[in-house]
């Protein structure tokens, strides 16, 4: 469902993303690991077509992002790490103007913004003025314009950040059942247990680079160590190794 | 502890101006000596020559209500400046969760809200220059104004800290910021039209202004007042001391928390009225970028107040020509004329309100409209009939109120309406164009989104896009209308060049004056493509 060949992206001389080839699956929830500045975000934009690669081809739902943008375009669903909102708008009007920009009918619309409202606990808020919502309700209404033309590949960068443990674990449920119904998550997370317990693969990028993809059990076996080895363990190990052994060794 | 404060607004300040392109600055230089040296030939010299005479006084006493009126103007300005200084400057949280003093923390307050006292003591102070010049004063003078100045911008800035803090302690914080703007523009309105009778009062006033300035002159009066006005700013700097001590962090508490608040009933019910009155036949996704537009345009007051702009001309006119009786009547002719002089004016800095800001309002979430499946050109094209319907049903609706009241003919409105529509459709077509092309929608700040050089193209390019379309409408007046009251009124200005090339019958002027329309056209043809093209790559 989404294919990178080669992505390969540079500001000025300094190479964000290199040579990054991965494919996602149709129906799978695919976490993007990776520690600050690894090149997440610009992936992430990459693929949902606001950078252009410095080299390499991203292809969604069998568009090339580059050559065909608009029908990339109308199959993500995309939230951005810090939500993008108009704080004049309710959350309401938000959602309709989305509806527009994703040319929905007004009743299919109007259908979708109460079905994602009541289901992300907004319905009360709805009509307020997004200046007004909290961190999290700035989240749960970004993340109820990703999904509200009902996209078949979801592209989410950091979607649990801000969030309060119920909210979480709702939303965490609501990619898992996205997922069965076929559709593709491609988020991006610092929480690694979110990683480990909801996704079906995770990738780990690091200075711009793949350094592992596969399921726990395959990255375990990549790293030849045993069941009890968390996601955190492997993560540490493969993007910051010594150093981070180093400063656990100062620590204590 | 202050230096150390403000010394990453110095580092600020020196990386810009070593980031500046010399041609720049080469060229701002130039213009700045030649533009020195004309008003200095043109105003000052004159000045120079008035103030030594007898006429001095008099001279004072008239443009006293003027220089007033700005100085007033300016503090107005200046309480939004300050507002932003105190409450809302990035720096605020790091000086309040570290170890510093309040003291300091207000010393330093002082000093940024003071930069907003900076032209005024400018323009006082080169009155005063000026006027110790052509009265010859010795040294001391000099350095007394020089304190005097001090001691002025200090009283200032501290009086209107002081009003500040108090409002934003006792008034709805987001609300004063909101509306601010609005109480501005008709503060404004209410000193340009108090100016007429300023003007007389002070005329009266002779024996007191010539009082003053002969103790202007008198080092021992001079040094008094100074004394004086310096114990009176010391003494009030302590009051805002006090004031902020006491009431400052609960004003910031309150500017920071955004209230619950929920879209009036109203406004829902108008979306729901705006969908259904916007024809069917609007495509998406361009009806759903102009409903957004119009609904944050409601909501937003600096939005209303571009909006409300042509209320300014209506007062200035009716203010002028509403009295009535013969002298009103003989003027009646040259009432169209000042109009359209105004409406130029107008016209010339419009596109550079709304057009242009709708655009750049739209800041990091045009990655919100760049990941959705719509064209650019479809978000250009929407900002700008968002923009340029309401700007343009305000003016006509003015143009209908003022030409009822001052009895034109139905011709003359259409003739502003229709300059008025022409003027702000290419207006706001260039201007949204080299707004795509030059905005830094990366930038948290909205007032420093759009960077100075492009602004100065705009305005220059509006400015003669106005100019040669008013020209074009006039020539077309003109030739219509030879013998009608408007045109004669201006045969006697037929021996100053411009009049005279649109009073004559030679071919070139409509040549010259649609080859420039089909020039602007084609140019802002170009500069569109491009800003659409910007767009689709803006990552």
């Not at chain 1, 290199?18 to 600050?36: I, K, R, Y």
């Not at chain 1, 119904?181 to 680079?209: K, M, N, P, Y």
């Not at chain 2, 330093?108 to 809200?113: A, G, N």
């Not at chain 2, 006005?229 to 609960?250: D, I, N």
């Amino acid at each position: 469902m989404i294919q990178m060949v080669n992505l390969t992206r540079y500001y000025a001389s300094l190479a964000a993303v290199q040579d990054l080839s991965l494919t996602v699956e149709s129906g799978e929830l695919f976490g993007f690991l990776g520690p600050n500045g690894a090149g997440k975000t610009t992936t992430i934009r990459m693929i949902v077509g606001l950078l252009r690669p410095s080299a390499g081809t991203v292809t969604v739902a069998g568009h090339d992002v580059q050559q065909e943008p608009l029908a990339v375009k109308r199959a993500i669903g995309y939230l951005a790490q810090t939500p993008l909102l108009y704080d004049k708008l309710t959350g309401r009007e938000f959602l309709r103007f989305l509806g527009g920009l994703y040319s929905l009918s007004d009743e299919r619309i109007e259908a979708r913004a109460e079905y994602l409202l009541t289901m992300m606990e907004l319905s009360d808020k709805a009509d307020q003025l997004i200046e007004s919502y909290s961190g999290g309700m700035r989240h749960k209404i970004g993340l109820c314009g990703a999904l509200l033309h009902d996209p078949p590949v979801l592209v989410l960068d950091e979607p649990l950040a801000g969030l309060d443990p119920h909210s979480a674990r709702r939303v965490k449920d609501l990619l898992r059942d996205l997922c069965r119904q076929g559709r593709t998550v491609f988020l991006s997370t610092h929480v690694l247990e979110v990683a480990e317990r909801v996704c079906d693969r995770v990738g780990i990028l690091d200075q711009g680079r793949l350094v592992a993809v596969g399921t726990m059990e395959a990255l375990r076996a990549q790293a030849q160590t045993t069941a009890e080895v968390t996601l955190e363990d492997l993560f540490l190990q493969l993007t910051a190794g010594e150093q981070a052994a180093e400063m656990v060794s100062l620590l204590a | 502890m202050v230096w150390k404060i403000l010394r990453p607004h110095y580092w600020i300040l020196d990386r810009k101006v070593r980031n500046t392109n010399r041609y720049v600055v080469l060229a701002l230089v130039v213009l700045l000596g030649f533009g020195g040296q004309w008003v200095f030939d043109k105003l000052i010299r004159d000045s120079f020559v008035i103030l030594g005479s007898d006429q001095a006084v008099t001279a004072i006493a008239s443009s006293l209500p003027f220089a007033l009126s700005l100085l007033l103007v300016f503090a107005m300005l200046g309480v939004g400046d300050m507002m932003h200084q105190l409450y809302l400057s990035s720096d605020l949280e790091l000086l309040m969760i570290a170890p510093i003093p309040r003291r300091t923390i207000f010393f330093v307050k002082l000093l940024q809200c003071s930069r907003a006292t900076f032209i005024p003591a400018l323009a006082i102070g080169a009155f005063l220059l000026a006027l110790g010049l052509a009265r010859g004063a010795t040294l001391s003078y000099y350095l007394l104004i020089v304190l005097l100045i001090l001691a002025a911008m200090l009283l200032t800035t501290v009086v209107v800290m002081t009003l500040v803090i108090l409002l934003a302690r006792l008034l709805p914080a987001q609300k004063t910021r909101s509306w601010m703007p609005v109480v501005l523009l008709l503060a404004t309105s209410i000193v340009i039209l108090g100016q007429q009778s300023a003007t007389e009062w002070f005329l009266g006033q002779t024996a007191l202004i010539g009082l003053l300035t002969e103790a202007l002159l008198n080092p021992a009066q001079l040094g008094l007042l100074v004394a004086g006005l310096g114990g009176l700013a010391l003494v009030t700097s302590l009051v805002a001391y006090q004031a902020f001590s006491t009431s400052f962090h609960e004003g910031w508490n309150r500017f920071r928390s955004v209230p619950t608040r929920a879209a009036p009933q109203a406004q829902t019910a108008r979306w729901q009225l705006a969908k259904a009155l916007l024809p069917r036949l609007l495509p998406q996704p361009l009806r759903g970028l102009i409903v957004k537009e119009w609904v944050g345009l409601r909501r937003d007051p600096r939005g209303l107040v571009n909006l409300a702009q042509p209320l300014v001309l209506v007062i200035m006119v009716l203010a002028l020509f509403m009295g009535g009786g013969e002298v009103t009547e003989a003027l009646r002719p040259l009432i169209f004329w000042i109009m359209l002089i105004f409406l130029a004016m107008f016209l010339s800095v419009l596109p550079t309100g709304l057009p242009l800001m709708s655009l750049a309002q739209e800041g990091r979430n045009l990655a919100l409209l760049r990941s959705a499946p719509i064209s650019m050109s479809d978000v250009l094209k929407g900002k700008f009939w968002a923009a340029w319907v309401p700007l343009v049903m305000a003016w006509i609706l003015v143009f209908l109120i003022t030409g009822m009241m001052l009895r034109f003919p139905w011709w003359q409105i259409a003739f502003l309406a229709g300059l008025t529509i022409w003027g702000l459709t290419g207006g706001s077509v260039v201007t949204m164009a080299i707004g795509g092309l030059k905005i830094d929608f990366g930038v948290e700040e909205l007032g420093r989104r759009t960077p100075t050089l492009p602004s100065y193209i705009m305005m220059g390019l509006n400015l003669t896009f106005v100019l040669v379309t008013t020209a074009s409408f006039l020539w077309l007046l003109i030739q219509l209308l030879p013998d009608s009251r408007l045109v004669l009124a201006i045969q006697p200005l037929a021996g100053y060049t411009p009049v005279s090339w649109l009073l004559s019958d030679e071919l070139w002027v409509p040549l010259i004056l649609v080859g420039s329309q089909v020039l602007f056209w084609i140019g802002a043809r170009a500069l569109w493509i491009a800003a659409v093209h910007r767009l689709e790559g803006w990552e």
